[in-house]
């Protein structure tokens, strides 16, 4: 094996740690939540995204992207995005659901599964302008801090029915061809510099009273991809009524259905 080889697995190693982090900490949010511990449970989730955006950077950073790093961090995101929020809103509220929670609980499950992959695919395209499908990261932050919100204010799960809803159209928009905003690494645009601000000024604001941000955080951007699909959706339907091309953007054309 050449010098040169064995710097490039090197260089992987401190991303993979990483990842790996994001492993434990899905594991031990379900372990949290199959003992009761359910904003421990939430937390762990939310320390799993904050390692999941850092192996990410340092790998791109050091040079060290790698097929298997890709692989393994979609691994870790469906263990840590997609089963450990799905346990623990099961063990929160929809276990009192009889075979409607574990059909909820199954079909989250799947649509996370169907989102990463496809994330896979077209992550060296498309997915480097828009996400296709909301992340699935950013679905389990939102479930995660809304409980997170609702012990903060009331002391225990309330609106429950809205936790309920929430999941089952996530797992609608994880496989939807709605498309979400990227975060952006430089300040190499307009439009990116005004997301970076944005970024910043919420990071700041959520440090301050994460468990009163997080949730509004999470749920204006989902609100805000919901929303400007459907102006989208309207816009390209009137232009097949007048015959103009309205409200087609780059990319639209190419095909996304993988």
């Not at 190499?188 to 941000?213: C, G, T």
């Amino acid at each position: 094996m050449s010098h040169h080889a064995r710097t490039v697995n090197y260089r992987g190693m401190l991303p993979g740690t990483f990842t790996m982090g994001n492993v434990v900490c899905g594991f031990l949010s379900i372990m949290s939540a199959f003992e009761g511990n359910i904003t421990t449970a939430c937390w762990f989730i939310i320390l799993a995204a904050f390692l999941d955006v850092l192996d990410g950077k340092i790998a791109r950073l050091s040079g060290s992207t790698s097929q298997f790093g890709i692989e393994l961090d979609s691994l870790a995101d469906f263990l840590s995005f997609g089963v450990a929020p799905a346990t623990l809103v099961f063990a929160i509220k929809l276990n009192t659901l009889g075979k409607w929670g574990w059909m909820i609980s199954i079909v989250y499950i799947m649509a996370a599964a169907y989102r990463l992959a496809r994330f896979n695919l077209l992550a060296d395209t498309d997915e480097k302008k828009e996400f296709l499908g909301l992340p699935v990261p950013a679905a389990a932050l939102a479930l995660v801090s809304f409980i997170i919100f609702s012990y903060h204010i009331w002391g225990q799960l309330e609106y429950a029915e809205l936790l309920i809803s929430m999941i089952i159209v996530f797992s609608f928009l994880m496989v939807s061809q709605v498309q979400y905003d990227t975060f952006p690494d430089r300040f190499n645009s307009p439009q990116n510099r005004i997301k970076l601000i944005i970024l910043l000024v919420a990071a700041l604001a959520i440090a301050f009273k994460p468990r009163l941000l997080l949730f509004p955080f999470f749920a204006l951007y989902i609100l805000y991809g919901m929303v400007r699909e459907l102006y989208r959706l309207s816009t390209v339907g009137v232009g097949k009524v007048t015959g103009k091309n309205y409200g087609r953007r780059e990319g639209d054309g190419e095909n996304h259905n993988v």
